[in-house]
């Protein structure tokens, strides 16, 4: 069977321990996010400026259940570049836009000080992991306690060579939501500074879901739980559209990262519905139909979703993604070869370059591209 070879539009490292006690003074670091994990391996606690919240770790099912290991144990390239290339190099994967793990939990942050600091210390640490090769393509986090600090963090990721910012999909608590005039300056930012506006789902600030009602227990918790995490990246992205900040910035690309593909569609045909059959309502009015910024401006990368890769070549949008979540639960590490060919040997091979390589390269011109699309 050959290789098929891929970009992954959703990937994440580790942060090494100690992070952030070496970058900023200890009255600081004690605060920001860290994990103690329970002698078993299956629980972890983590820590961040005075909440607490425990978490089950992810494990891989079957065997790996069974050994309850961590994801830096079972892929040790997960915070170190050189073992990270073997790992993609083995599976298929070419180059990867890569988010936080611990740094996500800095969303939960309600500090402004505390987030500005913490987040320099975590986008110091992860330019030099992109800069260990050019198939790595890192997110700076961003401080959004305050607009003109995550301006300021922006601007200073851009010179420090970043190429794309990583946002919750919802702000923080404190903040109101992505459609509203207190964000201009920061898509402004993004836009100026070529920085792709990178959306992971299920990153809202850990209260979120409580305060929503949009956390399951009972039968079916563990699915409904997994199945809620998709939305949040379909609201910002709508509320990016409704709000005109795409008509704005059209030079502003936005990527959901984890959340399939096929919602990019079906959302495109709703927002058109409620432009066009509530004009009277709606204000901004906009440029031209809803849908158009969608399919333009907005890409989006699934895993194992057999429905994605019809979004592109039978729905019209050019911008789905693969992408492998490596080394998450939820991703195809260890499967990435057969996940891809069970994706794509039965499709055009038009449709699988541009959602394997493609979509990734136009987002990402920068990457040097794929030496061996496919064979060994
Ligand atoms: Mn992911």
């Known amino acids: 069977m050959s290789k098929i070879w891929a970009n992954s539009g959703d990937s994440h490292l580790v942060e090494p321990d100690g992070l952030f006690e070496q970058g900023l003074p200890p009255a600081l670091a004690e605060r920001m996010p860290r994990s103690v994990k329970d002698d078993d391996g299956r629980w972890e606690t983590v820590h961040v400026d005075g909440q607490t919240f425990r978490r089950r770790i992810p494990s891989r099912p079957l065997r790996d259940t069974e050994t309850g290991m961590t994801v830096a144990e079972r892929a040790p390239g997960a ?22 793990s611990i740094g996500i939990w800095t969303s939960s942050i309600e ?9 320099k210390v975590i986008n110091d640490w992860a330019i030099g992991f992109q800069r260990t090769s050019p198939r790595f393509v890192c997110t700076a986090s961003v401080p959004l306690l305050a607009a003109h600090d995550a301006v300021a963090e922006i601007e200073r990721a851009a010179g420090l060579g970043y190429k794309a910012a990583f946002f919750p999909v919802a702000p923080p608590p404190s903040q109101p939501a992505y459609q509203h005039d207190v964000w201009e300056p920061v898509w402004a930012a993004l ?17 979120a879901g409580s305060r929503n009602g949009t956390y399951h227990s009972g039968p079916g918790g563990a699915v409904l739980n997994y199945f809620e995490t998709t939305f949040g990246g379909q609201r910002c992205t709508a509320q990016l559209i409704a709000s005109g900040a795409l008509d704005r910035h059209p030079g502003l690309r936005v990527m959901v ?22 004009a009277s309502a709606v204000r901004p009015t906009l440029s031209k139909p809803p849908s158009r910024f969608l399919y333009e401006q907005v890409y989006a990368s699934f895993q194992h979703d057999r429905s994605a890769v019809p979004a592109q070549w039978a729905m019209g949008w050019e911008n789905v993604m693969w992408g492998s979540d490596y080394p998450h639960i939820e991703g195809t590490f260890g499967h990435t070869q057969k996940t891809l060919h069970e994706l794509f040997d039965d499709v055009d091979e038009v449709v699988r370059r541009r959602i394997t390589l493609g979509a990734f390269e136009e987002l990402f011109p920068h990457v040097p591209p794929c030496p061996a699309e496919s064979g060994d």
């Open 257 to 278: 990262s984890e959340g399939g593909a096929t919602w990019g569609p079906f959302m495109a045909d709703r927002l058109d519905e409620g432009y066009r059959q509530h």
């Open 111 to 119: 500090d402004p000080a505390l987030l500005r600091e913490g987040v």
């Open 191 to 207: 836009e100026e500074t070529g920085l792709v506006l990178s959306f992971h789902i299920g990153t809202e600030p850990h209260d």
């Open 79 to 100: 915070g170190d570049p050189v073992l990270r290339l073997k790992d993609l190099d083995a599976e298929g994967i070419w180059a990867e836009l890569i988010y936080p």
